[in-house]
């Protein structure tokens, strides 16, 4: 980690989203492997399991697992459960009257269709921008050495070091000043922000993981600049390139706490909707339209899992 | 490629993050001209400087008996919420990092499904689960436990979901870390007798320190701005900071008071900020003294 400390943006990430092979996979081989209990004999092992110690850990064990699944999975469970109920009233463990009629509700509602609309409006532009301005910055962070560039990436830091909903008010103020309240632009600029660590630090790191040496063979066979980066670096460093899109796609997507404060009431998107849902609808409309705005989230990460797993995210927070 | 080109993310991130944070800090000291005029023109209990600045604005929100208890609310919260979750991701991460066999697996693929769901759907079904009339309460309430247990709309819940859906950021962080861990460190240290609590602590935990700052630091800073967790699953007094400041720049019109919560938990960033900068430089210089020794 201490050599990850000195080479500017092209750390641990590097290998990680270069490669894309690296990560939970590759070390959690050690879980199945040599784990330290499997360095004694066997006899060892089956005498231990009769300890004290080890009865209590297996039943630790089992009570951590129970505290997740009611933790983590039966509340969502019981989400989907909501989305197709009538009748489901205290205490009874399933509704006892079930329907589809909420699934009607949500899709010809208007309200609720134009936060669809307005989701699927504002996520790609959101990305698309973002692409465009940070990811010649992303370039020129992996390729270049020049004053000030530790003091750059810092200050990108900044959209992750204030708490959110202050940074959206004191925002909020100058975006009253310049008349980008309540607009399209307004809403654009604030999802936008959330994205800009995302689509710096990652692409960097996969450009930074190209080898210099193979756009000089490119340029020594002929190629100009922008054939080499389009037909050499751009392909190497794609995966990287397309994580980042993928979670600024995300990232745009999800936000609802700024989106609410500068787009209401004229930019609704379906995770600000859901704030009013929750007081003015029936439970299972909200239901049905929570799973409906989980879909995309539960699709896309699947892709990138295993780039999410092997800690890029977190790269996001490591200072350099 | 221009080296200017990496200046403007940089660029936008002075305009709307660098500026608005210095607007605020002058709006809350009474300044009210240049670009806080708009906002100031529509504010009402404002305080106005008529030279210098003022602290006027956090004399009332001292002087505000809801908004102190707000201000205590969002310390504790914050507190027990990070303290919490650094406890759980550690057993997670260990769990996941040593545990062989189906529970093992299982239960590094529950932890992350948090990632999977968008935080209002998230924080949203946590309370529909255990409010007063939720399934926590009938559950209970089969084991013969009072179902008055349940914790909706109260801020020991909010402490939980924030716990929970921060869960896979940080255990991902140091269950990656732990990998890390050479088994031949730990088996000498098991060797030379020391009991598994004993590794834990005094092997693991040590090498794992930087992950526990950035998981310390982006939490508690995450908390401290949020809104959605705290307005979907607290109470309706006292509220966490994140949900005041909203209510009064959209619902009171009192921008000037909203931005002063702002400004407060910018300084407690602030600091959370300089803790990191600190202990992450102090580890690096650690590590690298370290691989200089050899």
Known sequence: MSAAAGVGTAGVGTADVGTGELGLRGPSAQVGGAGPATAHEPGVAARRHWRPSRVAGTGASGLLLVGLGLFILAPLGMLVLWAFADYWFFPSAFPSVWTLSWWKTVFSGGDLSTAVMWSFIFAPTVMVISAVVCLPAAYVFARREFLGKRAMMMTLFATNAFPKMGLYIAMASVLYALNLMGTFMGVVIIQLLNTLVIMTWIPAAAFASVPPSLEEAARDAGAGPWRTFFRVTFPLASPGIVVALILAFLASFDEA??????????????????????????????????????????????????????????????LR | MPVGVGFVPVLITIVFIGLPVALAVLYTLGKTGGLNETIARVAQHQVVAKHGFTLGAYRNFIDSKELR????????????????????????????????????????????????????????????????????????????????????????????????????????????SMHGVSDVLIEAARDVGASWPRVVWSVILPLCRLPIIIIVTFTAIGTLGNFTIPDLMGPNAPQMLGVAMTDYYQSYGQPQQAEVMAVLVFLAALALSGFYVWASRSERRRVSAQSGAK
């Open chain 2, 69 to 176: 208890s707000d201000l205590w609310v969002t310390f504790w919260v914050t507190v027990v919420s990070t303290a919490a979750l650094v406890a759980l991701s550690v057993v997670l991460a260990l769990f996941v990092r040593f545990s062989k066999g189906r529970v093992g697996r299982l239960v590094s693929t529950v932890y992350v499904v948090p990632m999977f769901i968008p935080t209002v759907i998230a924080s949203y079904a946590l309370v529909t689960f255990w409010q007063q009339n939720g399934k926590l309460a009938g559950i209970l309430h089969a084991l013969g436990l009072p179902s008055s247990w349940v914790p909706g709309f109260t801020s020991m819940g909010v402490v939980l979901g924030l716990v929970c859906t921060n869960i896979p950021f940080a255990v991902i962080l140091l269950a990656s």
């Open chain 1, 257 to 318: 706490q700024g989106t609410f404060l500068v787009g209401v009431p004229n930019y609704v998107t379906m995770p600000v909707q859901m704030y009013s849902l929750v007081s003015d609808y029936p439970g299972p409309a909200t239901a049905v339209f929570a799973i409906l705005l989980t879909i995309p989230s539960l699709v896309l990460l699947a892709l990138v899992r295993k780039h999410v797993f092997s800690s890029t995210l977190a790269e996001g927070y490591r």
